[in-house]
């Protein structure tokens, strides 16, 4: 199908065409004319894209999908992606928001609701939140990063990641609200918390590397922690020091398994989950 229009020698109508494309099996060939749609941006075919957008199963397709709803008139598009906002469809919210994040007008900032960002399905929430922080006016980030704070602690490593990565691109103003949550009595929560103020001040540092980090002040609390680490980095270290570091490494295991029973621990997963959650991650983005 290439870039070029879809043929209609046939006589069948090219909207028909285009939407028995967008429809067929091999996803390859919904690619394809995804691609031939946005080469061509062609405003009747707005309501077969938003369709499409609400059910294709390929990410590459979807993502296809939206790039040539983008090359449409913003007049036009967006009224259209706003109902979707409001569908029962998962993926239609979600694919809506990813839209609009691709799009960039600001004036879809006044569309995301407290409830969007709350979304029971995590895949629209994590969209939500990406698509604020890049929408949000300087004068109401506090607000948006008092309610993303909220959430902390909630779903899996990739949500966790998720929020984490909006928490750090709204800068300094998640600061007061990042340092409450580190006392809350929560130990997820905490840890969530202090593991995103480290990947604050460090975002080469690593989510898992930050979320080990967070446990282990939250095990041994913060002054012992600190304590650990500087007695680690000190040249030097004699027998004495060895035998100190091998108890406080017998009770940082032990406090590691109550706070692993506390619900700490589950923060975490294997790191090759990690590195295929932070690939696809990127490329959503």
């Not at 069948?12 to 919904?30: E, F, I, M």
């Not at 691709?102 to 969007?116: E, F, Q």
């Amino acid at each position: 199908m290439g870039g070029g229009p879809i043929n209609t020698t046939d006589g069948t109508p090219q909207n028909t065409r285009v939407a028995n494309a967008l429809g067929a099996k091999d996803p390859s060939v919904r690619l394809q004319a995804a691609l031939a749609v946005g080469s061509n941006p062609d405003p009747g075919l707005l309501e077969t894209l938003v369709e499409r957008c609400a059910v294709e199963p390929d990410f590459f397709v979807r993502d296809m999908l939206s790039w040539a709803l983008t090359r449409l008139s913003p007049q036009i598009t967006l009224p259209r992606i706003r109902r979707e906002l409001d569908s029962a469809r998962v993926q239609a919210r979600s694919q809506a928001l990813h839209t609009l994040s691709k799009i960039g007008d600001r004036g879809a900032w006044a569309w995301i609701t407290r409830d969007m960002l709350r979304d029971a399905d995590d895949e629209v929430a994590r969209t939500a939140w990406r698509l604020a922080v890049a929408l949000v006016p300087e004068d109401e980030k506090k607000d948006l990063a008092d309610e993303l704070v909220a959430q902390l602690g909630r779903g899996d490593r990739a949500v966790r990641l998720s929020l984490s990565r909006a928490l750090v691109d709204l800068g300094d103003v998640v600061e007061p609200a990042l340092e409450k949550a580190t006392a809350d009595p929560d130990p997820a929560v905490a840890a969530h918390a202090r593991a995103t103020r480290l990947l604050r001040q460090d975002p080469e540092a690593g989510f898992d590397a930050a979320i080990d980090e967070a446990k282990r002040v939250i095990a041994l609390g913060p002054e012992r922690a600190a304590a650990a680490a500087a007695a680690a980095a000190a040249p030097g270290v004699g027998e004495t020091s060895k035998a100190a570091e091998a108890s406080e490494a017998i009770e940082t295991s032990e406090a590691a398994e109550t706070a692993e029973t506390a619900g700490v621990a589950e923060i975490g997963e294997p790191a090759e989950t990690a590195e295929s959650m932070e690939a696809a991650e990127a490329v959503d983005c």
